[in-house]
Structures are given as structure tokens and as C-alpha cells.
């Protein structure tokens, strides 16, 4: 039975539930932010688990398939060799998760930040779509709205 779990769970079938495994924490996050739900799941250490999960799964799976791990250090020399190791699609699924789960954690940091300054969640929809899509778009929109709402800035908070 662990072998035909293993068998299932090919890099395009990881990607796929990486993409909808998602998709349910964020619309906690933008659509139920004060639920009791959204707390304990969305918002915590939870998916980020569950993404490390897979992570760890794809880091035995390229393990298996005999991907170069040094290869990865190339990665600091130029975009060139960036755009070699995205050729790998053990790297490109570790990177897609990488990705995804560093945006669901700032989404997550994004609502709570938003509770202590209560801004208008209808408002805060609009960067929390574009973290979803952008990460660090969305974060920036969330920061000017923030200083309006905060009347301050503070680089350190």
C-alpha cells in the first residue's frame, strides 16, 4: 500500500495538491478571518507542516532520482546557471513549494498584523489576493495601507 502511495504521488500529482492544498487556508484567510478556524488552521504553524511535509518527500523523491545536489550551489553564480537548475523539476517543485508556503506564512502574518490595527477587512482582501499571487507585491500594498491605519512607521515592528 506504501508503494502505491508513493506511485501516486508523481511531481505533477505534487504540484497539483500543493496549488489546491492551499487554496482552502487562503480562503479562511480572506474570506473568514475572524473565525475560530481560520485561527487554529490558517493562521498557525499548520500548513506550513504540511508543506515542509511535501518539501521533505520531494527532497527523498530527487534523492532517489539521482539529482545533483551541489548543482544547487550554482544557483549564487548568474541568472544562467538560475535558469539551468529551473530546468530540474525536482528543483522547480521545491521552489514552487518553497514559494507557496513563504506566501501562505506572510498571508497568515498579514491578518494578524491587520487584528491589532483593525483594518477593514473588505480593504485588507486586496493585498491578501495579490500576496496569494505576488508575495511581496501584496506585502507592500499591505504596508501602505497599514501606515495609514497605523498613523506611524516603524521599520522594526
Not at 501516486?8 to 504540484?15: A, N, P, R
Not at 475572524?34 to 511535501?54: D, E, M, N, R, W
Not at 535558469?83 to 521552489?95: C, H, I, K, Q, T
Not at 498571508?107 to 483593525?118: A, N, T, Y
Amino acid at each position: 500500500m506504501i508503494e502505491q502511495i508513493y506511485n501516486y504521488f508523481t511531481l505533477d500529482m505534487l504540484y497539483l495538491w500543493v496549488n489546491i492544498g492551499v487554496l482552502p487556508f487562503w480562503m479562511l484567510i480572506i474570506f473568514f478571518p475572524q473565525s475560530h478556524v481560520c485561527k487554529y488552521l490558517a493562521t498557525s504553524i499548520f500548513p506550513i507542516f504540511l508543506l515542509s511535509g511535501v518539501y521533505i518527500f520531494v527532497l527523498y523523491k530527487a534523492y532517489l532520482g539521482s539529482f545533483d545536489f551541489d548543482a544547487n550551489f550554482k544557483l549564487y553564480k548568474g541568472l544562467i546557471d538560475v535558469s539551468e537548475l529551473f530546468e530540474d523539476n525536482y528543483f522547480l517543485l521545491m521552489f514552487w513549494t518553497h514559494f507557496v508556503a513563504i506566501n501562505l506564512f506572510v498571508g497568515g502574518w498579514i491578518l494578524k498584523d491587520s487584528q491589532k490595527f483593525l483594518i477593514n477587512k473588505i480593504l485588507l482582501g486586496i493585498p491578501l489576493i495579490i500576496t496569494y499571487l505576488i508575495g511581496p507585491v501584496g506585502l507592500f500594498f499591505y504596508w501602505v495601507i497599514r501606515i495609514f491605519y497605523a498613523k506611524r512607521i516603524n521599520l522594526y515592528d
